[in-house]
């Protein structure tokens, strides 16, 4: 993992762990208690115990969140429109700094380059990040911008 926000990841996950998800068999990385307690729906939240659970970013499989003992989470259950599991345009790339796929795509064909992705660089740098908790999958949002 790179140098951005890993610091804040839940520690009593080993880290970077990948399963199946059972829906769709894609590999799903593990995620933090942290990042559950906020993303999935209350009084959903308060249900959830401190063990390994899992994000499945497929774009077509219902599936949010699922743990190694059967739970399952679909995007109903979840608080917000998950951008990992959309194709829109408008969908969600950056949740810390609310920056859409859209707009980062309008900058490079504008100017070839993105003022977003050097802004969310930034700030990363520095630790104003808060993908743990903001970003469904619990990691920094860099890599799912347009290369
Ligand atoms: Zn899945």
């Known amino acids: 993992m790179g140098n951005c926000c890993s610091g804040k990841a839940d520690k009593s996950l080993s880290v970077n762990q ?3 998800c ?24 308060r249900s959830l115990s401190d063990k390994a659970y899992f994000f499945c970013a497929q774009v077509d499989c219902d599936t949010v969140y699922f743990s190694l003992d059967g ?48 802004f969310v660089v930034e700030q990363t740098k520095i630790k104003n990040c808060a993908c743990d908790i903001r970003n469904p999958s619990g990691r920094c949002c860099l890599k799912e911008f347009p290369k």
């Open 18 to 20: 990948v399963v199946m």
């Open 71 to 118: 739970l399952r989470l679909n995007r109903e259950q979840v608080r917000e429109p998950v951008g990992q599991k959309s194709e829109d345009p408008e969908r969600t790339l950056c949740y810390c700094f609310d920056i859409s796929d859209a707009m980062v795509s309008d900058e490079i064909r504008l100017t070839g380059t993105s003022s977003s992705k050097a």
């Open 22 to 45: 059972p829906s769709c068999q894609a590999r799903s990385k593990s995620v933090g208690l942290m990042t559950l307690l906020h993303q999935v729906k209350a009084p959903l939240n």
